[in-house]
């Protein structure tokens, strides 16, 4: 069974840091791509940033670009999202999800991502 386990959640003030980890099992596929994306209250879910294992091609959105940076160690199946320069607005539950193909790599789109974690809460206090 294919699981994600998200976690480094928390509340910080804004400019501050957080890392959040996104540990995979159960895969039995050789290759995969870990995304990052998070729903804020009121909003639609949106991607933040993915990576694939195999080759390490990230993509981030552009709201976090050069805040955000996204890191694969693949010899624990975990992927870190290292979130720094924090910003009220980046306020949201983070979930992982994993996809096993998809016509962008890493996919960029919810759509193309087969299983999801249970989230971690952000909260970035002004």
């Known amino acids: 069974e294919v699981q994600l386990q998200a976690s480094g959640g928390g509340l910080v003030q804004a400019g501050g840091s957080l890392r959040l980890s996104c540990t995979l099992s159960?895969?039995?596929?050789?290759?995969?791509?870990i995304g990052w994306f998070r729903q804020a209250p009121g909003k639609e879910r949106e991607g933040v940033s993915g990576?694939?294992?195999?080759?390490?091609?990230?993509h981030y959105a552009d709201s976090v670009k050069g805040r955000f940076a996204i890191s694969i160690d693949n010899a624990k199946n975990t992927v870190y999202l290292q979130m720094n320069s924090l910003k009220p607005e980046d306020t949201a539950v983070y979930y992982c999800?994993?996809?096993?193909?998809?016509?962008?790599?890493?996919?960029?789109?919810?759509?193309?991502?087969?299983?999801w974690g249970q989230g971690t809460q952000v909260t970035v206090s002004s």
């Open positions: 999800a994993v996809s096993f193909g998809g016509s962008h790599w890493p996919p960029r789109v919810s759509q193309e991502y087969d299983y």
């Open positions: 159960g895969a039995t596929f050789d290759d995969y791509a």
């Open positions: 990576i694939g294992k195999s080759d390490g091609s990230t």
